[in-house]
C-alpha cells in the first residue's frame, strides 16, 4: 500500500455530512458566524475574517498599508508567492538569513537590514514551528515597523504560552488542503485593527468572484484530494499515475504536487477563487470541533516517527526546543547526502513524501534589494528538506511502513 504525501483526516460519517452539505447550501451565512465564534475562541481580542486563502489576506494587507517603495523584510526560506506579490504591487523586497537550528529567519541579523525605506516585517513560522517572534516584536515597534505574522502553517503553535498570530499587527492562516484544521481551501486573516477588517471586507463584496466553473473546478479538485489523501483510494489509482509520471515526466509531477503554490503563473490574482462555500465552512467546522484530538495524534506520530528513525545514517532532524508548544503538523527530516537518491528509493517503496527544497526565495526570478549577501544557511539546508507524511489519519500499520521504508532507503 502506498502513502500518499498527505491525508485529510475524514471519517465516514463526516463524507456524507460534507456531501449534504454540498447540494444542500443553505444557512451558510449563519454556519460562516459559527465557524467565526469558535475560531474567535481561540483568537479572544482579535478580529477576525475568512478568506478564500491566506494569499488574498496578504495581497489585501499589502494594499492597505504600504506604498509603491516601501521594503520589506522576509526570511529567504519563505513562502516565494508572497514575494512575488511584494514585487507585483512594486513594493522592495530584502532578505534575512534562517538560522541552522530550525530554520526559521536569523534574529540577529535583522537589525542590519533595517534602513529608513524599511516598512513591514513578515516573520514566517516555517513547518510550524514558532521563530523569536518576540523578539522580532521588540524589533519591529523600537523600529516603528508593521510586523505581519505569516502563520500558514503555525495554527494554535504558542510561543512562550502566547499563540502565533498574537504578537504581530497582522495575522495569517492558511486552511488549506494540507493544513489542520482545513476548509478545504481557504484562511483566516487576524487583527487589531478594524479598518483592515473594513477594508476586506469590502474588498470581498465588490471583488471576489461567483463563478459556477471556478465553483465547480475547485469541488473537483476538492473530492479528488479528499479520496486521494486516504491511503486505500490512493493506491488504486493516483499512486500508481504519480509513480509513472515521476520516473518519466517528474516535472509534471512536481507541478501537480506543487500546484497549489501558485508561483509558476506569470502574476497573482487575488480574485482567484470564489469566496468559501458552505461545505467548507461546515467542514471547518467539524475540524475545529476534533481539533485537539488531531493535534494530540500527530504530536504521537511525530514523536513515534523520531524514536525509530533517531539512529538512522543520513539523515537529521531540525533541532527543535522542547519547551516550545507548537502543533507538530510537519515531520521534516534533513537528508545530508544523496537526495534525490534517497527520495527516489522512498518513492517507489510507496512512501510518497515531499521535497521540500521550494522556501529558497533566491531560487526564483524575483527583484530582492540584497541580492548579493550571504544566505550560506538557506542554501546549504534548502536542498536537504523532506517533509514524511504525519496526520491523525495514519494509523501505526501505516507509521512502520514509513519508518521500515526510510531504513531501507537509507541503508541501500
Known amino acids: 500500500m502506498a502513502i500518499p504525501f498527505f491525508s485529510i483526516d475524514i471519517r465516514r460519517q463526516e463524507i456524507l455530512k460534507l456531501l449534504k452539505n454540498i ?28 478568506l478564500p486563502s491566506a494569499r488574498i489576506g496578504f495581497y489585501l494587507t499589502l494594499k492597505k498599508y504600504f506604498k509603491e517603495n516601501d521594503e520589506i523584510i522576509f526570511s529567504a526560506m519563505s513562502f516565494p508567492l508572497y514575494i512575488k506579490i511584494a514585487n ?19 534574529v540577529d541579523k535583522i537589525e542590519k537590514n533595517i534602513n529608513k525605506n524599511t516598512k ?5 513560522h516555517l513547518f510550524g514551528y514558532p521563530c523569536e ?44 488542503l494540507v493544513k489542520v484544521p482545513t476548509t478545504l ?3 483566516m486573516l487576524i487583527t487589531e485593527d478594524a479598518n483592515l477588517i473594513e477594508f476586506i471586507e469590502s474588498w470581498k463584496k465588490n471583488n471576489l468572484p461567483k463563478s459556477l466553473k471556478k465553483h465547480l473546478t475547485f469541488l473537483t479538485k476538492n473530492i479528488l484530494s479528499i479520496f486521494n489523501s486516504i491511503p486505500f483510494f490512493y493506491t488504486l489509482l493516483s499512486s500508481k499515475i504519480f509513480f509513472f509520471l515521476n520516473k518519466f515526466n517528474p516535472r509534471v509531477y512536481r507541478k501537480i504536487i506543487y500546484s497549489g503554490m501558485g508561483i509558476k503563473k506569470e ?13 467548507q465552512i461546515n467542514f471547518g467546522l467539524t475540524q475545529l ?41 510537519y515531520f521534516v527530516i534533513k537528508i ?38 550571504n544566505f550560506t544557511i538557506t542554501s546549504e539546508n534548502n536542498s536537504k528538506i523532506l517533509r514524511i507524511q504525519n496526520s491523525s489519519y495514519l494509523n501505526k500499520d501505516h507509521l512502520d511502513k514509513i519508518i521500515d521504508a526510510i531504513k531501507l532507503s537509507a541503508n541501500n
Not at 23 to 46: C, V
Not at 120 to 124: E, P, V
Not at 148 to 173: M, R, W
Open 120 to 124: 513591514g516585517i513578515l516573520a514566517t
Open 289 to 329: 470541533e476534533k481539533y485537539e484530538f488531531m493535534r494530540s495524534q500527530c504530536k504521537k506520530n511525530l514523536l513515534y516517527l523520531k524514536e525509530n528513525l533517531k539512529n538512522v545514517s543520513n539523515i537529521s532532524f531540525l533541532n527543535y526546543d522542547n519547551d516550545i508548544n507548537w502543533n507538530y503538523q
Open 23 to 50: 447540494f444542500f447550501p443553505i444557512n451558510k451565512a449563519l454556519e460562516e458566524k459559527e465557524l467565526k465564534f469558535k475560531l474567535k475562541e481561540k483568537f479572544p481580542n482579535k478580529k477576525i475574517v475568512l
Open 185 to 187: 481551501g481557504g484562511g
Open 133 to 176: 517572534i518576540e523578539r522580532i516584536k521588540k524589533i519591529a515597534r523600537d523600529n516603528n515597523i508593521l510586523l505581519i505574522e505569516d502563520c500558514a502553517q503555525s495554527f494554535n503553535s504558542e510561543y512562550k504560552g502566547i499563540k502565533t498570530g498574537y504578537f504581530g499587527d497582522v495575522g495569517l492562516f492558511s486552511f488549506s
Open 336 to 373: 545530508e547526502k544523496n537526495y534525490k537518491v534517497f527520495n527516489k528509493r522512498l518513492f517507489n517503496k510507496g512512501i510518497h513524501a515531499m521535497e521540500e527544497n521550494v522556501w529558497n526565495c533566491l531560487e526564483y526570478d524575483f527583484m530582492i534589494e540584497n541580492i548579493q549577501d
Open 88 to 106: 507585483q504591487l512594486n513594493l522592495k523586497v530584502r532578505l534575512v538569513d534562517v538560522n541552522p537550528n530550525n530554520l526559521n529567519i536569523d
Open 267 to 279: 502574476t497573482f490574482n487575488p480574485k482567484e477563487r470564489n469566496d468559501l462555500s458552505k461545505y
